[in-house]
């Protein structure tokens, strides 16, 4: 048996040095590429108490650019008197490895955490990055990590909390594709294999009661990896990008921004933005009134989160100060506000990290003997036949599968196939013009849905 993880102070990045949350360091963490991370931080943050059980914790997963801190960037479903309510479950939102946000990553120490007789050391970048000479972090040549190998560390963040079950865990886009993947790995709180959902064994209570997945497929498309491959090349053509070995004090921030542009349209809707743009400039966009935020956030919110996708769409024309960007079109000035936006916050390694961790979601990935009739390991029937256990196993959890009907980046089909796969699942239709980003948006039409799932899966109910 390894030595047991253990807390320390942190910050472990310099992107996480203004966010509020804990850092739990696992002495070993072995990979799906079979490498293994040693010291490896995972950051994280909770909110309301555990109780005496242990079985009223929710498991909330962020999104591509998001973090730990899941009341902020979700606070419309996350906090006290909400969905899901604080004052009665024990939320939990753990930082996927390959963020800039605190667990390991591009931007974390080489090698892992300097952990000397008991005593943690920071990396001596994390507080002054622009001042680095060298490279004392991980940059390019952090190893490539995947979804499950998400899902075995913040297990080790349950596990160190006292989670003994979890009542429900939910999240959207690459938070939903998380979600998918907990159930398969860990149907029990200790599996007896990685097959252990499919042997459906019942000799010990199921550790996942619920999962809810939003604007998430089951695995990543051709349509889907193909974006990714575009925003990788735009960063990887900026010239300070150097094959990812720059420095933190001369990011390829140009190739992130444009990255980021590309991004922003595939989580809109070309109807969307038509209604808000059309082919005004950037200056005659400015002469009308900033249109109202909506109850999703205040301006405030818009102005630190760390949301996924294109943040709240409320109010970036009437932030344009440059003259430039007054003469561009005003969906232009939209794009570069949103590139300039994220280049502060996130970096170009990580990002390419985690498109290659989306790219590699295939929930029957490595699962041929779950579908032994089904065909090619690749094909709809093997994903299929996977899929099924969640519905068929005694092991098996509550299944609510929401749509997008505007999404381009994950089409409807893709959640219809999850829903039709697995058996006794919900599917709940979001109606709504604004893309891939609605599951941000659209809470009048979430909330309602996740607030009787969540009653209906609490601890005290029977399933």
């Known amino acids: 048996m390894g030595a047991a993880p253990f807390e320390i102070a942190g910050p472990t990045s310099p992107f996480a040095v203004q966010l509020d949350q804990r850092y739990l360091v696992l002495p070993e963490l072995r990979l799906e590429s079979g490498e293994t991370l040693t010291n490896a931080p995972i950051a994280f943050k909770t909110y309301g108490t555990l109780n005496a059980d242990g079985t009223n914790a929710v498991l909330v997963c962020h999104a591509i650019s998001g973090n730990a801190l899941a009341a902020e960037w979700w606070d419309s479903l996350v906090g006290p008197g909400k969905v899901i309510d604080t004052r009665s479950f024990f939320v939990v ?24 007789d008991g005593v943690w050391r920071a990396a001596p970048f994390v507080h002054a990055p622009e001042a680095q000479t060298e490279r004392a972090w991980w940059g390019a040549d952090f190893p490539q990590t995947t979804l499950r190998d998400d899902v075995h560390a913040h297990k080790h963040v349950l596990d160190y909390l006292g989670v003994q079950q979890l009542v429900l865990v939910i999240g959207g886009s690459m938070g939903g594709m998380l979600s998918l993947e907990w159930p398969l790995c860990y149907p029990v709180r200790t599996p007896a294999s990685a097959d252990a959902l499919a042997e459906g064994r019942t000799d010990a209570p199921k550790y996942i009661r619920a999962i809810a997945l939003m604007a998430s497929p089951a695995r990543h498309s051709a349509w889907a990896i193909a974006w990714s491959e575009i925003q990788r090349m735009t960063i990887a053509a900026d010239t300070r990008f150097r094959g990812g070995h720059y420095l933190l ?3 390829p921030s140009e190739g992130l921004a444009a990255a980021r542009m590309c991004a922003m349209i595939t989580y809109r809707y070309h109807v969307s933005l038509e209604r808000r743009f059309r082919r005004m400039r950037g200056r005659q966009n400015l002469s009308r009134p900033a249109p109202t935020p909506g109850p999703a956030a205040t301006p405030a919110k818009v102005s630190m989160a760390v949301v996924e996708k294109g943040d709240l769409p409320s109010m970036e024309m009437a932030e344009i100060r440059d003259p430039q960007d007054r003469e561009m079109y005003a969906v232009q000035s939209y794009l570069h506000y949103h590139g300039r936006k994220f280049v502060g916050r996130f970096d170009p390694n990580c990002y390419i990290h985690l498109t290659h961790k989306l790219d590699a979601h295939d929930a029957a990935r490595d699962r041929h003997t779950w579908a032994p009739h089904a065909g090619a390991a690749d094909s709809s029937e093997a994903l299929g036949g996977v899929l099924r256990h969640l519905g068929t196993s005694p092991l098996g959890c509550e299944v609510l599968v929401f749509s997008i009907t505007s999404d381009e980046l994950y089409p409807p089909a893709e959640q219809t196939f999850l829903h039709e796969s697995i058996p006794g699942s919900q599917l709940v239709t979001i109606h709504s ?10 809470f009048a039409q979430i909330e ?5 799932f969540v009653q209906r899966v609490r601890p005290d109910a029977k399933l």
């Open 448 to 452: 309602h849905t996740i607030r009787a």
């Open 93 to 116: 939102c753990c930082n996927a490895l390959g963020s800039p946000y605190g667990s390991a990553s591009p931007v974390t120490r080489r090698g892992g955490e300097d952990v000397r």
């Open 433 to 442: 013009s604004e893309g891939h980003d609605a599951f941000l948006l659209e």
């Open 249 to 251: 004090a001369e990011p």
